[in-house]
């Protein structure tokens, strides 16, 4: 080998691209495998506990039933975003674009975290219909995600605040909390593939993919998302639509 040729990196070495994406690939793999397994434990022991009731003709108590289906969604929505992180990675997101009343969409998404969330959700919403052409179920899951957020960090006896408003041909969608608010170098790169604030990481469970995939689909949707906060006051994140845009 010549003094001008450089030796190949060794196997491993985190300087080759190739193998700083499988180290990464690995480590993801790594923590969802470990979330999977935390919500799969308590889930078994829970559905063992009502088998035994139910084997003795005693009543399955309604708590377990609730707690059960929410390990299950955990679960799911693990498994759907590492799905959808490998469809974004092949721009293979698929989209079923169809008219959507935008103001419907909103109140559909909150009732159905009211209904397994203790939260109280406040909505400011334009009166309906706000038509737009876009995929439902992508869009509902973006704010789906902003409000699991909300309620993540946020007291749970502080409200969340939902509101659309309209600027023009564009439009708005804000769910707002009264956490502990998101720092400026945070705010910077939240919605990164794999990002989750450093004080955080150890508390609230999660890959830091739920941001990264609203991006996308919002992008996918000619739209935009952001975050305003002021540090102990709470954050705002937003999905921004252009309604003469699909």
Not at 44 to 53: P, S, W
Not at 193 to 208: C, H
Not at 225 to 234: M, Y
Request: proline letters at 8%; one cysteine or more.
């Amino acid at each position: 080998m010549s003094r001008d040729q450089s030796p190949p990196n060794p196997p491993g070495d985190p300087s080759d691209p190739a193998d700083s994406r499988g180290l990464e690939a690995d480590h993801i793999l790594g923590v969802a495998a470990h979330e999977i397994k935390n919500a799969l434990g308590p889930l078994t022991m829970t559905l063992q506990l009502c088998e035994r009731r139910a084997a003795m003709g005693d009543a399955i108590a309604l708590e377990d039933l609730r707690f059960a289906r929410a390990q299950v969604r955990r679960i799911a929505q693990l498994v759907n975003d590492l799905l959808d992180t490998a469809r974004i990675d092949t721009g293979l997101l698929p989209l079923r674009m169809a008219p959507v009343d935008l103001c419907a969409l909103v109140q559909e998404t909150v009732d159905t975290f009211r209904r397994v969330r203790p939260q109280r959700v406040v909505c400011d919403l334009p009166p309906p219909p706000l038509m737009h052409l876009a995929d439902p179920e992508r869009l509902g899951s973006v704010i789906s995600n902003f409000l699991d957020n909300a309620a993540k960090y946020a007291p749970e006896r502080s409200p969340i605040e939902v509101r659309m408003s309209l600027a023009g041909d564009r439009v708005r969608i804000a769910v707002t909390d009264h956490g502990p608010g998101v720092r400026p170098e945070d705010r910077e790169r939240i919605f990164e593939r794999y990002y989750r604030a450093a004080e955080l990481a150890d508390t609230v469970s999660g890959l830091g993919l739920g941001l990264f995939i609203c991006r996308a689909i919002a992008e996918r949707h000619g739209g935009v998302v952001g975050v305003d906060s002021r540090l102990g006051q709470g954050a705002t994140f937003w999905l921004d639509l252009s309604l003469g845009q699909t």
